[in-house]
């Protein structure tokens, strides 16, 4: 497994495995089987509902706990931001049983972003946390928020496929040393990523998978990935990427198809801030 220097040191496994919409009773098998198939990065989040899952396949794997990069995020809270904050980071710790994950994000940039920021300033400072980034921040909100606190996040993780490729926000995470990792790698299979014509076209030219394409398209634009699945063959297949490379012109022909717009929801849409913001989990 190839890996990425984060910009405080820590060393973060270029693909990864996502656990978003595995029902809490999937995730522990599912889990299971992606460590067996040797990814070492697993990502969760709180409102997922599923970290209590992840930690139980976690201990029984046996896998020692330093060859492991664990992921989780903090959901919006409510003020004290600063309080609640560091209580929903004991709550995911705890749920996880682990003594520190390897990486905290925000998981979106709404609520009291700052108040926030700083409980997860302290928590890396405590070595609970050994890197703390964001999720879903645009330039703009990026910027403001390396500009105005002492940690830059070490991760940014977005929306980013080949239809929706992020170039501008690479460029500024490139100039900021925030590492760019991409959600929804295969765009949720939408805009019928896995048969399209100009992937499907490369994967028959590399002897490999659409989705074996698109990660490596992700690699080889230094952007941190983790695709999700429940299938142990497409498990194994996604982290089969490391023994064969797009040239030139193939990377060209998937940067060719970005629109330039999302596939899920806009982060700027004040319906989305309205609903993301009000969101509350359970406990
Ligand atoms: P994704 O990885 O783009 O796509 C997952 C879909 O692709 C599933 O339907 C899966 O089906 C299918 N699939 C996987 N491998 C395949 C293959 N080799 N061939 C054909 N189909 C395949 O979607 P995602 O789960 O939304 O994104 C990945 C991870 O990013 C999440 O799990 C989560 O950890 C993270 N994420 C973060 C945010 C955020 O706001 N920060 C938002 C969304 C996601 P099967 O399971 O049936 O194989």
Redesign the pocket.
Known sequence: MQHVTLNNGVKMPVLGF????IPAEQTERAVTEALAAGYRLL?TAAAYGNEEAVGRAVKNSGIPRQELFVTT?LWVQDAPAQDNTRRAFETSLTRLGLDHVDLYLM?QPYGDVYGQWRAMEAVNREGLAQAIGV??FYPDRLLDLILNNEITPAVN?IET?PFFQRTADQDLMREHGVQHQA???????KNDL?THPVLAGIGEAQGK?V?QVVLRWLIQRDIVT??????PD?MA??IDVFDFELDNEQMAAVAALDTGTTLFFDHHDPEMVAWLSKRRLEN
């Open positions: 996502g656990v978003y919409q990502d995020k998981h999720a879903n993780q496929h959600w929804g790698g295969f765009a949720e299979g896995f998978s989705a983790i695709p999700k699945s429940v299938n497409r297949q996604n």
